[in-house]
Antibody, heavy 117, light 103 residues
Framework: QVQLQESGPGLVKPSGTLSLTCTVS?????????WTWVRQPPGKGLEWIGEIYHTGSTNYNPSLKSRVTISVDKSKNQFSLKLSSVTAADTAMYFC??????????WGQGALVTVSS | DIQMTQSPSTLSASVGDRVTITCRAN??????LAWYQQKPGKAPKLLIF???SLEIGVPSRFSGSGSGTEFTLTINSLQPDDFATYYCQQYRTFGQGTKLEIK
C-alpha cells in the first residue's frame, strides 16, 4: 500500500519561500507515475500546482509557474515543492498525491501552510 | 483551458435518498474523468476513475457515467457516511465541488 506524507514548516512569512517535502513509502518514486502537488485554500476547492516524474521532468500550473519549483530525490524516495514570493493568498492545505493515468489515487494527509508575519 | 462546472454547488438530501451530481466541461473530455469524496480536514478520496470504474473498496452504491462534456456521479441509498464534498477531475482540472448536506 503506497503512503505519502507531507512535511515542512506550517508558517511562512510574506515574501518568503514555502518548502514542503513528500515522503513516499510502500512504493518506489521511480515507478511509472507522476508525483503531484495539489493545494486547497481554507473553505475553497482543489488547485493543481504541478508534477514531477522520477527522471526530473516537470509540469507546472501556468498561474504559478514563475514561483514554483518541484524536485525529486530518488535516494530518499521523496519529492519536494518550493513556492517563492508567497502572500496570504498562498495560505492553504498542501497535498502530495500520485498520478496514475490522470487519476490521483494516493494522497498524503495534507500540510497546512499559513502565510503570516 | 478546460473548465469544469459542477452542479449543484450544494445538495440537501436524506439518508436513503438517491442523488446525482453533474460535472460539465467547456470542451469534450476524454473518458479519464474521476470523482473524489472529501471530508473536512481530510484528503480527497478517489471513488470513481475512468468515468465509471469503481475504486477498490468503494461501496457499489456509488456509480459514474457520462461522455463528451457531461458526466454524473450517482449515489444510491445515501448513508450517513456519504455526507461530504464531492469533486470531479479531468487531467489537471478539478470541478469546484458539490457539498452534500443532510436535509
Amino acid at each position: 500500500q503506497v503512503q505519502l506524507q507531507e512535511s515542512g514548516p506550517g508558517l511562512v512569512k510574506p515574501s518568503g519561500t514555502l518548502s514542503l517535502t513528500c515522503t513516499v513509502s510502500g512504493g518506489s518514486i521511480s515507478s511509472s507515475n507522476w508525483w503531484t502537488w495539489v493545494r486547497q485554500p481554507p473553505g475553497k476547492g482543489l488547485e493543481w500546482i504541478g508534477e514531477i516524474y522520477h527522471t526530473g521532468s516537470t509540469n507546472y500550473n501556468p498561474s504559478l509557474k514563475s514561483r514554483v519549483t518541484i524536485s525529486v530525490d530518488k535516494s530518499k524516495n521523496q519529492f519536494s515543492l518550493k513556492l517563492s514570493s508567497v502572500t496570504a493568498a498562498d495560505t492553504a492545505m498542501y497535498f502530495c498525491t500520485r498520478d496514475d493515468s490522470s487519476t490521483f489515487d494516493y494522497w498524503g494527509q495534507g500540510a497546512l501552510v499559513t502565510v503570516s508575519s | 483551458d478546460i473548465q469544469m462546472t459542477q452542479s449543484p454547488s450544494t445538495l440537501s438530501a436524506s439518508v436513503g435518498d438517491r442523488v446525482t451530481i453533474t460535472c460539465r466541461a467547456n470542451q469534450s473530455l476524454s473518458s479519464w474523468l474521476a470523482w473524489y469524496q472529501q471530508k473536512p480536514g481530510k484528503a480527497p478520496k478517489l471513488l470513481i476513475f475512468k468515468t465509471s470504474s469503481l475504486e477498490i473498496g468503494v461501496p457499489s452504491r456509488f456509480s459514474g457515467s457520462g461522455s463528451g462534456t457531461e458526466f454524473t456521479l450517482t449515489i444510491n441509498s445515501l448513508q450517513p457516511d456519504d455526507f461530504a464534498t464531492y469533486y470531479c477531475q479531468q487531467y489537471r482540472t478539478f470541478g469546484q465541488g458539490t457539498k452534500l448536506e443532510i436535509k
